[in-house]
């Protein structure tokens, strides 16, 4: 079972927006719409922040986005806090077998 | 609302068997959707396994072979039993809890570490 495959790290300054790629296969991201965001902050546990591609729990903020082509699916954050540094984790359905799968984990530093 | 608590001993010796509990508290453990995720020291999450109540059990292929996830559900409780381990085991574990779906895991815990040490 592969882990999804992600940036280990990108960074923005305050205000700005970054964007987060996580790519699969058509085995995972690329068939299946059960795609989910995870911020964790060390130390944390995890929240939830996009499931179905792009819907936000309540209480996320809107300048959190999710989208998906292909086999590849993208977390935007736009207006970049200070809060928003951390670890972001894409998660997805892969099938009966494998079920499900994690990405590697993007580092986001706010400059 | 829910919450999730895991507890187990911290240190297990190469060979044996970790086992952690995880207690719920705010729900019944008869509805929505439970899971066991890791994440070893300076790495990702690793997905262990998932379960609904009065469904089905599904494992992480690579751990399949080691992995028992069960349920109490008179103590409102869900535990994991991974044998035979190694130094690769050692990770803080979670529990969470998926509202929706087998996929999402809405509600998590705070973690519990295990070292795997002689």
Redesign the interface.
Known sequence: QSALTQPRSVSGSPGQSVTISCTGTSSDVGSYTHLSWYQHHPGNAPTIIIYDVSKRPSGVPDRFSGSKSGNTASLTISGLQAEDEGNYYCCSFAGSDTHVVFGGGTTLTVL | QVQLQESGPGLVKPSETLSLTCTVSGTSIRSYYW?W?RQPPGK????IG?FYYSGST?????LKSRVTISVDASKNQFSLKLSSVTAADTAVY?CACGK???????V????TTATVSS
Request: proline share 4%.
């Open positions: 899971s995720i990702g999450l690793e997905w998932n599904y494992y992480n292929p690579s979670y929706v779906s087998y996929y999402y895991m809405d998590w815990g705070k973690g």
